[in-house]
């Protein structure tokens, strides 16, 4: 949702001791407060949610979310509105959710009533306008207001919305909301930053699944003596550490090569694997598919022979399903017919141990 942010001059060291500018509405000052549209929204934005998924897994909430301390949640983002949406319906904390997003959508003076009284506060880019580009200091300004009235916050720090399964590098908003305004208050606000991963089985599917997983919390004090000697160290330090954070959590194809190959693997192989390795775990898909992609990125790195020959035998199984108009998502173990047979053997390829 959030796009690259820019601020004028040196506003992230000392944004928090500035006066109220009189470019934002002052209802952002306020957004912390209870919002009925909110409250009226949620409703019928869950039901929706549960009419829309076969499945929705959350792990996480009740040992990784904190209810007493500020907390901002950093998620992957791979489906636009929806992914807030799940951010919402599942998370632990008592308190609303306060979004930052792009300031392109408030542009319509009804929409931009609405998403605020959803709790969503718009972020410039540069592509904005170089004259918007000082509003983000009273934004940030705001967010600080945020934190320290224990409301929770959510950006998404890939700054923009990627529909595959990868995950974007991850960009600085975040470190330079709460380092300063840790910083402001001698780093006693204890606040945390929650890496959460938003998993779909079949993101263009209806009634398919959805795993939500709430990470290990950051702890924000555990950067005092950096940032207190470089700043900017520390915004970079607490970046790479979400970053770390989230390619933990996230399957993550990166080899964009075989990108179409990787997923075929996780069609085939991730409800086996799951039965096999996870049977345990109400997450155990996810789990999987994290297997096979490590799987494959180990195989390619240390055998590349090995890793050339899969990749071969997956083009080979593909290339007998698309003759006979199926794909990897069909299931066809209990042959009935020649074609179901052909599907069958392409399936054996497909399936071969990918670890």
Known sequence: MVGRVAYCGRAPAGFLLEKTSHCIPNEHVMIYRYDFRYALAKLPVNTALRLNFRKMVFTG???????????????????ALIDALLLVYSSYHLKQ?????????????????????????PVFRMRDGIDNLNKNNEIFRNAARILKKNNPLALFPEARHNPKQSLLPIQKAVPRIVLPTEASLGFQLHSQIVPVSIYYRDIFGFLSDVYVTFGTPIEVSEYKELYEENPSLAINQLRQDMEKGLQSMVVNIQNDAFYDEYLHAIDWNADKIAREKYAERKEGYLQASLHIVRALDDLCEKNPAAFDTKIAGFREALHILKRHALTPKDRLWEPCSATSLVARLSALILTAPVA
Not at 61 to 71: A, C, I, T, Y
């Open 97 to 121: 959710i306060v979004f930052l997003a792009r300031a392109d959508i408030f542009k319509q003076k009804f929409v931009a009533w609405m998403l605020r009284g959803m709790r969503i506060m």
């Open 61 to 79: 909430r009740k040992e990784n979310v904190s209810r007493e301390k500020p907390v901002i949640f950093a998620p992957n983002h791979r489906n």
